[in-house]
């Protein structure tokens, strides 16, 4: 889940990452079964942090956050993939 309560621990540890490199970073949230506003704003923080370092976060979702991702209509700004596989082959595009 990540909601209004699981947010700020999670931004704070992937801005970290960010921070520390590298700057290309796949989260894996194929897991989660819950994404409220509060973590949709997290991940869109995240990804325009991770721009800014000339990085990328590609984020793996299952069907049910993707379907919520898509109704704020942030599925391409989100760099959604469908595995980790796909993520790190985009990942490998943008680094090489």
């Known amino acids: ?9 999670f931004q704070k540890v992937v801005s970290k990452c ?8 796949i989260l894996d949230l194929s897991k989660i079964d819950f994404v409220d ?4 704003g997290a991940l869109v923080k995240l990804v325009k ?3 800014s370092v ?6 793996v979702t299952n069907a049910r956050v993707t379907q919520t ?9 989100l760099s959604l993939q469908t595995s980790v596989d796909v993520a790190l ?6 680094s090489g």
């Open 1 to 9: 889940m990540l909601d209004a309560f699981s947010e700020p621990t």
């Open 18 to 25: 960010i921070d520390d490199g590298p700057h290309h970073i």
């Open 37 to 40: 506003s509060s973590g949709l």
């Open 49 to 51: 942090k991770a721009q």
């Open 54 to 59: 000339e990085g990328s976060l590609q984020i």
């Open 69 to 77: 991702v898509k109704v704020v209509r942030l599925e391409k700004f």
């Open 89 to 94: 082959e985009k990942v490998r595009g943008k």
